[in-house]
C-alpha cells in the first residue's frame, strides 16, 4: 500500500510540475504579448512592433528592402507566412484584403490559391483574375502565363 | 593563414542570370543587371580556381540557366582541355540533341536537372513547357545510357504549396526514367529577395540578443557559405554567395584577386562595422537564424526550449566550418 501511496503521489507531483511549468511559461507569452500590443498597433506582428529598432526606409531601399511598419504590410507577412505553413483558409484572410489593396506578393498566392484550391474552391475564373491583377502590376511570370492561356484558348 | 580543408570547396560560376523559365520560388527578376559572361572571364575564373592547392568542385548554376550562354559548348570543351570536373543545373528545356552530344563529348561529370513539377504544375510554377523539358531529359538519359553513363544525373526538387504532396510522385518518376540521385531543398529567402513570411526581415530587432546568444554558445557569426560555395557571377564580380540575388555586394573582379586573396576580402566584411547588405535580411546567415527563433518565441509560436535546440544544432554544425572560417580575421 505504502508503494502504491508513493507511486501515486510521485505521479501527482509530476503532473502539477509539469503544468505549473507551462503554466509559467504561458503566462510570460501572455505577459509578453500584452506588452507588445500595448505599444504596438493592432495589426502588427513582432516583426514591425519596435518602431525604434525598425530600420527606415532609405536604408531599406538601399538594401531593396521595404519596412514592415505598415499594418497592411505586416498583415501581409502573416499571410506570407501562414501560406508557407500551409495554413491556407488563415493565409486567404489575410491576403485577400492586401491583394485587394495591390499587393503583388499577396495577388501572386492568391492566384496559386486559386489555382490550386489551397484554402478555397478551386476556380479558374479566379485565378485568372488575380493573375491579371498581378500581370497589370507588373509581374513578368503573370504576362507570360496569361499570354500563354490566351494562346492556348485562341 | 590556415587553409580550408580539403575537398570543402565548390565554385559556382554564373554564366549567366538570364533564365527562360519564370519560377516562383526564384527571385531572379531581383537582378538589376542581366548578361552573360564572357568567354575570357570563364578561362580566367577557371584559372583561379586551378591556382588553388585543392582544386573545388566547379559548378554552373548561378541565377539563370546555362544552357542559355551563346557559348555554352566552348566553356564545355574548355573545362574538358582543362581537364576539370565539371556540372551544371539546368531546367533542361533547351538540352537539345546537338548540345546533349556535346555534353556527352566533353568531360562534364554531372548535370542536375532543376525540375521540381510535372505536367500542368509544372507549367504553372516554371512557365515553360513540360512536353519539351521532358523529352529533352528523357532523351538525354538514353544518350547517357547508350555512352555508358558518363555523366552523373540528379533531380533537384525544391518543396513548395503545389508539389509537397507529390515530391515522392515525382522522384518515382524520375527514378524510373534513370536517375538516381535527388537533391530535396526547402525554399529559402534567397538573400531577402524572397518573401517566405520571415519575421526578422527588414527590421533589427534581436539582433543584439542574437548577437550576445551567438558569443555565448561560442558560435561565429560568419557565415560559412562564402568560403565554401564561392560565387563568381557573370560580370566576373566576386560576391559572398549565389544568393546575393540582387547583386549587392561585389567584392572585385577575377582579373585581379585569387581566390585565396578573396577569402581575406571576404572574412574581413563579416568584421566592418555594417552587416553586408547581402546578409542584413538573409535567412541563412547565423545571427538571423537565431534571431528568428527570438521572434518565434515572442510571438508564442515556439516554446523557449526552441532557442536551446536551434543554438544546439548550429554548434554541431560549426564543427564541420573550415578552419579558416572560425580564426580571428587578417589585419
Redesign the interface.
Known sequence: MNELGLIVGLSVFAVVAFLLVHLVWFLRHVKKNTQASAAASPDSTPAASADSDTIDSEQAASVGATVTDEPQASTTRRGVRAFMRGNYPEAFNLLQPAAEGGNLKAQQLLAKMYFAGHGVDQDREQYLYWLQRCAENGDKPARAKLKKLRAATG | MARLQQGMRNLDIELTNRCNA???FCPR??TPEQGFMPFETFTKTIERALELDVTPKVHSAGQGEPTLHPRFADIVDHVSSKGLEYGFTTNGSLLTEELSRRVLDSSVEHICFSISDLGEDY??VY?LSFDTTRANILRFLDMNEAAGNPVRTQVSLVAH??N?EKLADYQAFWSEAGISEFCHFE?TNRG??C???????????H?EDARRILQENGLTHVCVVPFVMLFVGWNGQYYLCCNDY?K?TPLGSVFDHSIEAMDVIKKAKFFEQEIP?AC??CDLDTTNIVREVL?EI???EA??GRLQEKTAELIARQQHYPDFVLAEPVA
Open positions: 519564370l519560377c516562383t527578376d531581383k507549367e504553372e512557365a504549396d503545389l509537397r525554399q531577402g529577395a518573401d517566405i513570411g520571415l519575421y526578422f526581415v527588414d527590421n533589427q530587432r539582433s540582387r549587392l547588405a542584413l535580411n521572434f515572442e510571438a508564442g516554446p523557449p
